[in-house]
């Protein structure tokens, strides 16, 4: 298996733009989230589905950021507009069931100019 | 709330000594328990999980762990560190669902 995949792996961006970060889980992981990891704030989930519907999105810190997972092998999450204080690195990960533990991509380091 | 704390926020050992990397976690019932390593520029790498049974958990690269009830705690361990062992770990609580929240983690520096 070819692990959790994210796309892209670094993205620069100018304040306003819209930005899009992909993920594409394993293959028979029922849940899916996404993380966000700064220094100042360390590792935060910003929300996950589980069998393709968002159980808990009370950490997606506004109105700006959205997420979709249309189906069990995509996911997206979306800023628009970016702002410079989004600037970090954005993790997803998947799991198979309760208690068996997250597999987590490589991330996408994303900078808003 | 469900919290993770892991008071070392830094810790630097001598390649061949012994480690252990703190955590305590705050909830009601016990909760599944993980660590995970990250290398820099990497995501994260499950180390090892707890959610019942035997107190002591065996992990990958030569690590365990062992849960205390009594003081919320689930202490990694590993007898001698090796320089490849560098890296940011962290240790995370689930509860509902998949839900896993993590500590601010632990940088670990390893001496030659």
């Known amino acids: 298996d070819a692990g959790v995949i994210q796309s892209p792996r670094h993205e620069v961006t100018e304040m306003g733009q819209e930005v899009t970060l992909r993920c594409k889980p394993i293959?028979?992981?029922?849940?899916l989230f996404w993380y966000r990891q700064t220094m100042m704030r360390g590792l935060e989930l910003l929300i996950y589905f589980n069998n393709n519907v968002p159980i808990d999105d009370s950490g997606m810190p506004e109105d700006r950021f959205s997420a979709k997972m249309p189906n069990a092998s995509f996911s997206t999450l979306k800023i628009q507009p970016s702002e410079p204080r989004d600037s970090a690195v954005y993790f997803c990960a998947s799991s198979f069931d309760r208690g068996y533990g997250y597999t987590f991509g490589s991330g996408t380091r994303l900078t808003v100019v | 709330a469900q919290s993770v704390t892991q008071p070392d926020i830094h810790i630097t050992v001598s390649e061949g000594a012994s480690l252990e990397l703190r955590c305590n976690y705050s909830?009601?019932?016990?909760?599944?328990l993980f660590w995970y390593v990250q290398s820099p520029g990497q995501g994260l790498q499950l180390l090892l999980k707890?959610?019942?049974?035997?107190?002591l958990v065996q992990g990958i690269k030569g690590f365990e762990a062992e849960f205390k009830r009594s003081q919320s705690s689930f202490n990694l361990r590993k007898p001698s560190v090796h320089w490849s062992d560098a890296a940011e770990y962290f240790c995370g609580s689930e509860t509902s669902y998949d839900k896993v929240i993590f500590g601010p983690g632990t940088s670990l520096s390893v001496i030659p």
């Open positions: 707890y959610f019942s049974g035997d107190t």
């Open positions: 909830y009601g019932a016990t909760p599944y």
């Open positions: 293959s028979g992981h029922n849940s």
